[in-house]
C-alpha cells in the first residue's frame, strides 16, 4: 500500500511538444505529492508539488494534474526543451508516514 | 542561502570495512532524512531524524545506522560493507516533521564498495 507506480520508463519527446509523466497510489494518506527532477551526477531538485485539495497547479511550463478519486496525478511539461532532459521522479508523502515514497522514475530525453 | 551539503562526494571502500557520511543540512531546517539510490531499487528511504532523534526508519538492516546533533548536522554509518550496498546516498532536509514540508537534497555521496 505504500507504492508509488509511475510510467512510462522512458520518454521522448520532440522539442517543443508535451511531456506527460503518469503516477497512481493507492495509500489514501498521502496527501502531498512532490515531482523531483534530476540530472546525472546531481541529487533530485524539487520541481513541483501538489496537495488533493486542488486538481491542478500550474509553475511556468510544468502543470500538476491530480485525481484525487483515480488516485493518480500527472507532470505536464510543455514546450519541452532538451534542458529538460533528465529523469523525474514523482513522490508521496503523508501524515503518520511522513517519509517520501518514490515512483521507479522516468528518463526524459527531448530531441531537436 | 546554501543548499544541501554532503561529504564526501565520492568514496571507495573494501568489503567489510565501514564508512561514515556526513550531511548539513539548510540553515533553519531541523529535519535530515537518508536515502539510498540505486538502478535497481530506485530511491529507498533509509532513516529521518528531527532534533536529534530518529523518527522514522526504512527497511535496511543494522548494519545501516545514523544520528543527528545539535546543530541538525547528520552523519550515517554503514558498518561491515558489502558490495550490494554501492550506491548514491542522499541526504534531504526539510524544515520539520510532517507532510506538505517541502524537502531538498544535496548531490549525494557516492559509494563504491569493492
Known amino acids: 500500500q505504500q507504492q508509488v507506480k509511475q510510467s512510462p520508463q522512458s520518454l521522448i519527446v520532440q522539442k517543443g511538444g508535451i511531456s506527460i509523466i503518469n503516477c497512481a497510489y493507492e495509500n489514501t494518506a498521502f496527501d502531498y505529492f512532490p515531482w523531483y527532477q534530476q540530472f546525472p551526477g546531481k541529487g533530485p531538485a524539487l520541481l513541483i508539488a501538489i496537495r488533493p485539495d486542488v486538481s491542478e497547479k500550474k509553475e511556468g511550463r510544468f502543470t500538476i494534474s491530480f485525481n484525487k478519486s483515480a488516485k493518480q496525478f500527472s507532470l505536464h511539461i510543455m514546450d519541452s526543451q532538451p534542458g529538460d532532459s533528465a529523469t523525474y521522479f514523482c513522490a508521496a508523502t503523508g501524515r503518520g508516514n511522513e517519509k517520501l515514497t518514490f515512483g521507479t522514475g522516468t528518463r526524459l530525453t527531448i530531441i531537436p | 542561502k546554501a543548499g544541501v551539503t554532503q561529504t564526501p562526494r565520492y568514496l571507495i571502500k573494501t568489503r567489510g570495512q565501514q564508512v561514515t557520511l556526513s550531511c548539513s543540512p539548510i540553515s533553519g531546517h531541523r529535519s535530515v532524512s537518508w536515502y539510498q539510490q540505486t538502478p535497481g531499487q530506485g530511491l529507498q528511504f533509509l532513516f529521518e531524524y528531527f532534533s536529534e532523534t530518529q523518527r522514522n526508519k526504512g527497511n535496511f538492516p543494522g548494519r545501516f545506522s545514523g544520528r543527528q546533533f545539535s546543530n541538525s548536522r547528520s552523519e550515517m554509518n554503514v558498518s561491515t560493507l558489502e558490495l550490494g550496498d554501492s550506491a548514491l546516498y542522499l541526504c534531504?532536509?526539510?524544515f520539520g516533521p510532517g507532510s506538505n514540508t517541502e524537502a531538498f537534497f544535496g548531490q549525494g555521496t557516492r559509494l563504491t564498495v569493492v
Open positions: 534531504a532536509s526539510s
